[in-house]
């Protein structure tokens, strides 16, 4: 009788393995398992070593058959590297040799900094005109194979003469999981630098707000299991990360450093929504240069929101040439209780301090 019940009780965990089912516990699932893979990257590239290095970089996101891409801004280095058209003609074609879709959101290197000399001293609302009319002109993504997606219709950010729409702001959906963009910058988000733009901030800081919660009630509505948020800027979130980020009270989210704060009421509404929300969400950004995933975001009490991860791409390093043209696989359940895991994919050929053998 025991020899049975031991087979008995066997055949039945592989049953729930193979099934996805808990077995004991709260009956949640937790699966090792993953419907779909997407691509993160970004912060790249920033010398003539990455761009030569992009082709094994695209190579491998190819390989690995991914949903789609996104990238989370800054096509180029912040000084000392014009800010022409020839750049993003350079970046159509990067994202033009993606196979399946490609979705992009701009960094502050594309436009806001464009305005320093070393860059050309461009006006940066024209380089972002220029960027929504290039890159953003249809209602579909890049890559060979563009998808469909919503596109922000108001409110209205800032042009060159005119207030217009935000349409590198945009939404889509895979597989029951909410995906969005938001033109979020570094920089202070255009409140500092060479020629900081107030005004340009406040319509676009209402319009990221806007649609941050117009995405959280489209999730909702279609009972979405995660969000995913990807923008630009690294927004600082505690006192800790004194080298790569603004600093900032958790609790109340105030910048407690000498710069003027450009993601208080956007990180304030980002809280506010991941709480309502109760299920996984993720905020993607580049910007700070250091790849890591971590959880943190803290409630006005202190208490670490357990369903809110943060995930920063690889990029930069220019002066270790390929050493960070990497990227990051996502890979994707729907059906799990954390719905994303995340594992860094360091590039063979792009290898430096210990290479590929």
């Given at each position: 009788?025991?020899?049975?019940l031991?087979i008995?009780?066997?055949v039945?965990?592989?049953a729930?393995?193979a099934?996805?089912?808990?077995?004991?516990g709260n009956?949640e699932?937790?699966k090792?398992?993953?419907?779909?893979a997407?691509?993160?990257?970004?912060?790249l590239?920033?010398?003539?070593?990455?761009e030569?290095a992009?082709?094994a970089l695209i190579a491998?996101?190819?390989?690995?058959q991914?949903?789609f891409?996104?990238?989370d801004?800054d096509l180029?280095a912040g000084?000392?590297?014009?800010c022409?058209?020839a750049?993003y003609?350079r970046?159509?074609g990067?994202?033009?040799?993606?196979?399946?879709?490609?979705?992009f959101?701009?960094?502050?290197?594309?436009?806001?900094d464009?305005?320093r000399?070393?860059?050309?001293?461009?006006n940066s609302?024209?380089?972002?005109?220029h960027e929504r009319?290039f890159?953003?002109?249809?209602?579909?993504?890049?890559?060979?194979?563009?998808?469909?997606?919503?596109?922000?219709s108001t409110p209205?950010c800032l042009g060159v003469?005119?207030?217009m729409?935000?349409v590198?702001?945009?939404?889509?959906t895979?597989k029951g999981?909410?995906y969005?963009?938001?033109?979020v910058?570094g920089s202070?988000?255009?409140?500092?630098?060479?020629?900081?733009d107030?005004?340009?901030?406040?319509a676009r800081?209402?319009?990221?707000?806007?649609?941050l919660?117009?995405?959280?009630?489209?999730a909702?509505a279609?009972?979405?299991?995660a969000?995913m948020?990807?923008?630009?800027a690294?927004?600082?979130?505690?006192k800790?990360d004194?080298?790569?980020?603004?600093?900032r009270d958790?609790?109340?989210l105030v910048?407690?450093d000498?710069n003027?704060?450009g993601y208080?009421d956007?990180?304030t509404?980002?809280r506010s929504?991941?709480?309502?929300?109760?299920r996984?969400?993720?905020?993607?950004?580049g910007?700070?240069?250091y790849?890591?995933?971590?959880k943190?975001?803290?409630?006005?009490?202190?208490?670490?929101?357990?369903?809110?991860?943060?995930?920063?791409?690889?990029g930069?390093n220019?002066?270790?040439?390929?050493?960070?043209?990497?990227?990051?696989k996502a890979?994707?359940?729907p059906?799990?209780r954390d719905?994303f895991?995340f594992q860094p994919?360091i590039v063979?050929?792009?290898?430096v301090?210990?290479p590929?053998s």
């Open positions: 009788m025991r020899r049975r031991t008995a009780v066997a039945l965990g592989i729930a393995f099934t996805g089912l808990a077995v004991g009956g699932s937790n090792k398992t993953f419907e779909y997407i691509g993160l990257w970004g912060d590239p920033y010398s003539d070593a990455q030569a992009l082709p491998d996101m190819n390989s690995a991914l949903a891409t996104v990238h801004g180029k000084s000392n590297s014009p022409d058209n750049l003609v970046a159509q990067w994202f033009a040799s993606l196979e399946g879709a490609a979705m959101t701009p960094g502050d290197n594309d436009w806001t464009c305005d000399p070393s860059n050309g001293g461009f609302r024209e380089r972002l005109d009319a890159f953003f002109s249809t209602a579909s993504s890049l890559g060979t194979r563009p998808m469909p997606q919503e596109v922000q209205d003469n005119r207030p729409p935000c590198e702001n945009r939404r889509w895979v999981v909410t969005a963009t938001v033109n910058q202070c988000n255009n409140l500092c630098d060479m020629t900081p107030s005004a340009e901030y406040a800081n209402a319009a990221d707000i806007a649609w919660q117009q995405t959280f009630a489209a909702k279609s009972d979405s299991a969000v948020i990807i923008g630009q690294d927004p600082g979130f505690d800790s004194v080298l790569r980020s603004p600093l958790p609790a109340t910048e407690t000498a003027p704060d208080h956007f990180l509404a980002l929504l991941t709480i309502d929300f109760r996984p969400v993720v905020y993607v950004h910007d700070s240069h790849f890591r995933v971590d943190p975001l803290l409630d006005e009490q202190g208490r670490r929101l357990e369903n809110f991860t943060r995930v920063e791409t690889f930069d220019a002066p270790n040439g390929t050493n960070d043209v990497q990227w990051v890979l994707v359940d059906h799990s719905v895991a994919q063979p050929a792009n290898r301090a210990v590929a």
